[in-house]
């Protein structure tokens, strides 16, 4: 992040975010991320199996050293400029790019000041939250209620609901119904699938009850969704 303020949520843990803040955030990894009307930064998507030397956590490093911001950035911009290019060899360079951009937060991460170590030491509340997270980025799909979730963790629905109050300021209901909700207009708006078949792959037991859901949450049906996105962007997955 270059510019602004804003919040971030990571696993379950909300913390504010301003400039000369990176965020490394591994695949599977529940985010959400707010950065205002001002904020401005720059994401940089990894494919998988990239063998990078890249933390195995979701990081929040907040970059102080002047030199280190600059070298960051620097590396950001070089990277964009390469992938924007159709140079020889550009496949190349771009990894060898990505790779001193790992290397560089990898030394920003061992570098980490003691003020930060509330990723280092997370209370119960935090740890519970986060395995939370983890069950439901992996099985969102399934159409779980909440209470499933906190029978698997060991724990009431009640301490689970009040552990993500206390860490990232929503309900573990409001965290498994934003993560559908996501999914299905990432779906309905950059796909060309069946409305019908997007509510079965979420978990959705009739279409009607998917299409509720859609509409009570974002205003607007499924289908006027999809006519409000650029077409261009619609595709098959």
């Known amino acids: 992040m270059t510019r602004g303020q804003g919040r971030a949520m990571l696993q379950g843990l909300r913390r504010g975010i301003g400039p000369h803040n990176a965020i490394f955030i591994p ?23 990239h063998g990078l030397p890249l933390p195995e956590d979701a990081v929040l490093l907040r970059v102080r050293d002047v030199q280190a911001q600059a070298e960051i950035t620097g590396r950001l911009d070089t990277l964009q400029r390469e992938i924007s290019t159709a140079r020889p060899f550009r496949h190349h360079a771009v990894t060898a790019h990505a790779i001193l951009l790992a290397v560089c937060l990898r030394r920003q991460l061992g570098l ?7 990723d280092k030491r997370p209370t119960a509340a935090h740890r519970l939250v986060a395995a939370f997270c983890a069950l439901v ?12 979730y906190a029978t698997m963790l060991g724990v009431t629905p009640t ?8 860490c990232c300021g929503m309900t573990a209901a409001d965290l498994l119904t934003l993560r559908s909700l996501c999914a299905a207009r990432d779906m309905i708006e950059t796909t060309d699938l069946p409305l019908k078949d997007i509510g079965e792959a979420l978990g959705f037991g009739s279409a009607a ?16 969704l999809r006519k409000k ?5 619609v595709t098959s997955r």
């Open 27 to 49: 695949a599977g990894t529940l985010f959400s991320l707010d950065l205002g009307k001002t904020g401005f930064g720059l994401a940089v998507q990894i494919p998988l199996n």
């Open 112 to 118: 980490q000041p003691a003020d930060q170590s509330e």
């Open 137 to 148: 980025s992996r099985d969102y799909r399934s159409g779980k209620p909440m209470a499933d």
């Open 159 to 166: 301490h689970l609901t009040r552990s993500c109050k206390d």
């Open 209 to 224: 009850y998917f299409s509720r859901f859609v509409q009570h949450h974002t205003g607007s049906s499924p289908s006027a």
């Open 229 to 233: 996105a650029v077409p261009s962007t």
